[in-house]
């Protein structure tokens, strides 16, 4: 019986490994964030006063990609995308955000057509 309840422990805790696996890999794949300014030291920010600059920062952790980056601006039904940019491997890109519409702002990310990350931030009245 506590040899049962060993192996029983061990398939649900190998399980449990297996499941977070695929989770923490796309998760460390790629760094994403908006911050209010465009130079490598900007900070993350969820807030941009209507004056600073913004910046969508994206770098690949893994590999060189080709990634794409849209933001949905307050009020615009559909999102504006700029071009396919390479991404070299470990390297921190920056896209200028020039927005000063109030309201909240959602800035995604994506590789092979695929969404790897979104950031929303907001400008304030």
Do not use: D
């Not at 923490?24 to 920010?45: E, I, L, R, W």
């Not at 004056?51 to 590999?63: E, P, T, V």
């Amino acid at each position: 019986m506590k040899g049962l309840k060993t192996l029983i422990a061990m398939v649900l805790a190998g399980a449990a490994l297996l499941a977070m696996a695929p989770v923490s890999a796309g998760a460390a794949a790629f760094s994403h964030y908006v911050a209010c300014g465009v130079s490598q030291n900007a900070k993350p920010s969820h807030l941009c006063q209507k004056a600073r600059k913004k910046g969508a920062f994206f770098r690949s952790n893994n590999s060189t990609v080709f990634y794409t980056v849209c933001v949905k601006f307050p009020q615009k039904e559909k999102p504006l995308c700029a071009e396919e940019q390479e991404a070299v491997q470990g390297t921190l890109y920056v896209n200028k955000i020039t927005s000063n519409i109030p309201g909240k702002h959602l800035v995604s990310w994506f590789v092979g057509g695929k969404k790897v990350g979104s950031f929303a931030f907001t400008v304030p009245a």
